[in-house]
Structure formats: C-alpha cells, structure tokens
C-alpha cells in the first residue's frame, strides 16, 4: 500500500515538473517572437522615417517610450559607427 502511494507520488511529480518546463519554454519561446516582431516592425520605422537624422519624429519616440514601457527594458538606436543616436534612458547619447 505504501509502496503505491510512493509510485503515485513520485509519477505526479515528474509528470509536473515535465509539464511545466515544458510550458515555460514554450511561453519563452512565444513572449521572444512577439518581441522579435515588434522590434522588426520599430526599425521599419526607424529606416522609413529616417530616425538617424531625425531623432525628434514624435511617431517613433512614441513606439519607442511604449516598448520600454511594456517590457520594462531600454532601448538604444545606434548608428553604423556604433554611436548611440538615442536613449531611451537618456543616459547615453553620442
């Protein structure tokens, strides 16, 4: 009797923690293809509305504030020469 209740148990926990990695990589997985598609969209954006030498495009600022926003993370915009055009911290600039 015991000893069926410690298969029982030890089954339930391997097929939980079985399951929930499996959900964990899977919700990773979707979470970074969203925000692999909005970054792809935000440098559409940037090329479009030639943010490199316009960096005062409220359209882009404001895509740009609403990404750091949601995710809570920094955005930089730099440039071939590897100089930071924008901040979305405004701590690093040129």
Request: glycine share 8%; net charge negative; with cysteine.
């Amino acid at each position: 009797m015991i000893l069926l209740f410690v298969v029982g148990i030890v089954s339930a926990l391997v097929v939980e923690i079985v399951v929930v990695q499996s959900y964990e990589t899977r919700a990773i997985n979707q979470r970074s293809v969203i925000v692999r598609n909005q970054c792809d969209l935000l440098v559409d954006q940037l090329v479009k509305r030639n943010f490199l030498e316009n960096t005062g495009d409220e359209v882009v600022n404001g895509a740009i504030n609403m990404l750091t926003s949601i995710y809570g993370g920094r955005i930089l915009v730099m440039n071939g020469d590897s100089r930071v055009i924008m901040d979305s911290y405004n701590l690093d600039t040129g």
